[in-house]
């Protein structure tokens, strides 16, 4: 029996990978019903079903670079420009809007803390639960073990991820580095040749690229004598699809503001 009302979702990008993953959990979900499937004006997979791209029945909802009714909530896993045009587009049309894709730069952080004041945004550089908690616990880690802790991120994600590092670490560091005392300026890219010695509050982060790794973080803080290692491994995507949908329902009859996977989380 299908049920009442189900909320009715968008999802930008839509023929991406995550995209593909968020359409397969939308039309599999009872609870839920597929809005609008969106690509951009040149996407080869327009006027496409939707279902049939994702591998399941057809749904008889077609890949569009529009919607023709607006969702209630648009969850988007595109570009970062096509991110911030699809959000000029909620803002417009005040439909709420989850975001994950990465790699959006400072000028697009404050157009999304614009609309917030408009609509209910939701961003996240990672969907997991898993990366939710450790954003928690990892700062008060970092801050039970002093001021002597030394920090090493390192995080591996498949070859045709295009950021790097990826968003996901630079919210780790940042967290940590709040709560030890560093800043952005104490964040090392890598190390390469006769570095020196390893400054105090420096907070190292490196890339991985390899295969079709969906994502993992290795996170180590080590004082003399001891260190503690923390990892996290998504298994497949599906996890932060899961997530993104998670927060869809999170965000539907919020009031305007800027929303993450803390809230989420305590919520």
Known sequence: M?????LRIGVSGACGRMGLQLLRLVLQDPTLRLACALESES???????????????????????????????LVDF?????????????????????????????????????AAIRIPVFSAANMSLGIALLRIYLPRLAAALGEDVDVEIVETHHRLKK???SGTA???????AKAIGSVASDFCHGRQGMVGERPHREIGIHAVRAGDIPGEHHVTLAIPGERIEVIHRAASRECFARGALQAARFLA?????????KDLVVA
């Open 253 to 261: 009859g919020k009031p305007p503001g800027l929303y993450g996977m």
């Open 43 to 73: 996407h080869p997979m327009l006027g496409r079903d939707a279902g049939a791209c994702a591998g399941l029945p057809l749904a008889n909802i077609l890949v569009t670079s529009h919607w023709e009714a607006a969702p209630d909530v």
């Open 163 to 165: 950021d790097a590092p």
């Open 78 to 114: 595109s570009a970062p420009l096509g991110t911030l045009a699809r959000l000029d587009e909620c803002e417009r049309a005040h439909v709420p809007v989850v975001i994950g894709t990465t790699g959006i730069d400072a000028p697009g952080r404050h157009q999304l803390d614009r």
């Open 2 to 6: 299908p049920t009442p009302n189900p």
């Open 170 to 176: 630079i919210e780790l560091a940042s967290e940590i």
